[in-house]
C-alpha cells in the first residue's frame, strides 16, 4: 500500500522522525542503523519547525543517545543549525573556544581569566555560552562574565567589536543561535544530555579558523574533529580539544590528554600537503613547575569565586597554584592561536601579559565596553 503524503512530508520530506525511529534508529544501541546525511538534515529541519510530537521529539533524541550518532549525522544536525546561526565575524581571527554550555558546579571556571591573559599577549579569544542551558543549568562564561562586570547580552554584532576592541569577546546564544535557545523547554523536559548539547558548543559564532574544545574520550575528540571535516558550513585550519575538569575547556592538573587537528599538514608538520593531521599527545603540569590537583582548583561559588580569582591572576596578585593553572590555559590558548611554537613558549608569553599589565588593561577595557 502507497504511503500516505502529508502537508508535513510536502514541506519537509519524507522522514518524519517517527518513521526514523521505527524504520531506521529507534530499535537499540545495539541494532540500531545510522541515518543518511539526507535524513538527520531533515530531522533537524523538523526539529527546529517544531513539527514533532514532544514524546516522538524525546524519543529521537533518546535513541540517537543510545546508537551514538557518527560524524556524519552530527554534521548534519551542525549545517542544520549554523544555517540559522546569526554571524559576525571580527576582523581578527580570534580562537573559538567551545565549552560545555551546561557548565560546571565544582571547580573554577578558568577560560575566562586564560582568555583576557591570551588577549593580552596578543592572541584573540572568542568564548560562547547561554544561560543556565540544560541539563546541568550550572555556571558557564556569561555568568563569570556577569561577576566580573562584563556585558553579556549582546548582539553578535557587538561581540564582534568586543573581540577587535579587547581582544577577548562573548557571544550568547538567545543572540546568535535563537532556534537552539528555543529547545530550551524541550532539552530540560528530557532530564539528560542529548545530541544538541554537542553542537551547540560547534557553532563558532564568530567564524574563527581555530577551534579549542574539550571531550571525556579520544574517541568523541576525533568524532568532533570528523564532524568538523564533514560539515559543508565550517572551513576550519585547526581543532585541539582536550579531557578538561568536568568537560569544560579547562586543562586539568597532573595529566591531561590532548588531540590536534590540522588541515593540510602532514605528520612531520609541513603544509602544503594533500591530507590532514591527527596528534595526540599529553600535557602533564609537573613538567611545567606546577605541583597542584584537581581538588586544588575547587570552590564553593563557581561564578563568584571564578571572576575574584580572575580579577587576582590578570592583576598579578597571585604567584600561587591559580597563576600557574590560568598560564597553563592561557599558553594552550595562546599555541592554538599559532602565536607560540608549543606550551612553553605560551607560557612565557602569559606570563609577561600578566607582570607588564597587558592582561590587566584587557578586564579594564571589557567593563568599559
Known amino acids: 500500500m502507497a504511503k500516505a503524503t502529508t502537508e508535513a512530508d510536502e514541506e519537509f520530506g519524507e522522514w518524519p522522525l517517527k518513521r526514523l525511529m521505527t524504520e531506521v534508529c529507534g530499535s537499540g544501541p545495539k541494532s540500531a542503523d545510522d541515518m543518511t546525511r539526507a535524513q538527520a538534515s531533515e530531522a533537524m529541519r523538523r526539529i527546529f519547525a517544531g513539527e514533532p510530537d514532544h514524546t516522538t521529539l524525546g524519543a529521537f533524541w533518546l535513541a540517537n543517545r543510545w546508537k551514538r550518532n557518527n560524524p556524519e549525522e552530527l554534521a548534519a544536525y551542525v549545517d542544520e543549525m549554523c544555517a540559522r546561526v546569526e554571524y559576525a565575524e571580527p576582523e581578527v581571527d580570534p580562537v573559538d573556544c567551545g565549552a560545555n554550555y551546561d557548565g560546571k558546579g565544582e571547580t573554577a571556571i578558568l577560560g575566562a581569566a586564560a582568555g583576557i591573559v591570551a588577549a593580552g599577549a596578543g592572541t584573540p579569544v572568542v568564548v560562547h555560552s547561554g544561560d543556565r542551558v540544560p541539563t546541568q543549568k550550572q555556571d558557564a562564561y556569561k555568568h563569570v562574565l556577569d561577576e566580573l562586570g562584563v556585558a553579556t547580552e549582546?548582539?553578535?554584532?557587538?561581540?564582534?567589536?568586543?573581540?577587535?576592541?579587547?581582544?577577548?569577546?562573548?557571544?550568547?546564544?538567545?543572540?546568535?543561535?535563537?532556534?537552539?535557545?528555543?529547545?530550551?523547554?524541550?532539552?530540560?523536559?528530557?532530564?539528560?544530555?542529548?545530541?544538541?548539547?554537542?553542537?551547540?558548543?560547534?557553532?563558532?559564532?564568530?567564524?574563527?579558523?581555530?577551534?579549542?574544545?574539550?571531550?571525556?574520550?579520544?574517541?568523541?575528540?576525533?568524532?568532533?574533529?570528523?564532524?568538523?571535516?564533514?560539515?559543508?558550513?565550517?572551513?576550519?585550519?585547526?581543532?585541539?580539544?582536550?579531557?578538561?575538569?568536568?568537560?569544560?575547556?579547562?586543562?586539568?592538573?597532573?595529566?591531561?590528554?590532548?588531540?590536534?587537528?590540522?588541515?593540510?599538514?602532514?605528520?612531520?608538520?609541513?603544509?602544503?600537503?594533500?591530507?590532514?593531521?591527527?596528534?595526540?599527545?599529553?600535557?602533564?603540569?609537573?613538567?611545567?613547575?606546577?605541583?597542584?590537583?584537581?581538588?586544588?582548583?575547587?570552590?564553593?561559588?563557581?561564578?563568584?569565586?571564578?571572576?575574584?580569582?580572575?580579577?587576582?591572576?590578570?592583576?598579578?596578585?597571585?604567584?600561587?597554584?591559580?597563576?600557574?593553572?590560568?598560564?597553563?590555559?592561557?599558553?594552550?590558548?595562546?599555541?592554538?592561536?599559532?602565536?607560540?611554537?608549543?606550551?612553553?613558549?605560551?607560557?612565557e608569553l602569559a606570563r609577561e601579559a600578566v607582570a607588564d599589565g597587558s592582561a590587566a588593561d584587557v578586564l579594564s577595557d571589557l567593563r568599559d565596553f
Open 154 to 347: 549582546l548582539t553578535p554584532r557587538d561581540s564582534a567589536e568586543m573581540v577587535d576592541e579587547t581582544g577577548f569577546g562573548f557571544y550568547y546564544q538567545p543572540a546568535f543561535n535563537p532556534a537552539v535557545d528555543d529547545l530550551f523547554e524541550r532539552r530540560d523536559m528530557m532530564g539528560v544530555r542529548s545530541f544538541v548539547n554537542t553542537i551547540e558548543t560547534l557553532a563558532n559564532p564568530a567564524g574563527a579558523s581555530t577551534h579549542l574544545g574539550s571531550f571525556y574520550h579520544l574517541a568523541f575528540a576525533k568524532k568532533v574533529v570528523d564532524t568538523f571535516v564533514e560539515s559543508e558550513f565550517h572551513d576550519l585550519d585547526r581543532v585541539i580539544m582536550f579531557q578538561g575538569m568536568e568537560g569544560y575547556d579547562d586543562i586539568r592538573p597532573g595529566y591531561t590528554k590532548v588531540a590536534e587537528w590540522n588541515a593540510g599538514v602532514d605528520a612531520d608538520g609541513e603544509e602544503g600537503s594533500e591530507g590532514d593531521s591527527f596528534d595526540d599527545y599529553e600535557i602533564e603540569t609537573p613538567a611545567y613547575g606546577m605541583d597542584f590537583e584537581e581538588a586544588d582548583l575547587a570552590v564553593d561559588d563557581v561564578a563568584a569565586d571564578s571572576a575574584t580569582l580572575t580579577e587576582d591572576v590578570v592583576a598579578g596578585e597571585r604567584d600561587d597554584h591559580w597563576a600557574d593553572a590560568v598560564a597553563l590555559n592561557a599558553a594552550v590558548r595562546i599555541y592554538a592561536g599559532g602565536d607560540a611554537a608549543d606550551i612553553d613558549e605560551g607560557l
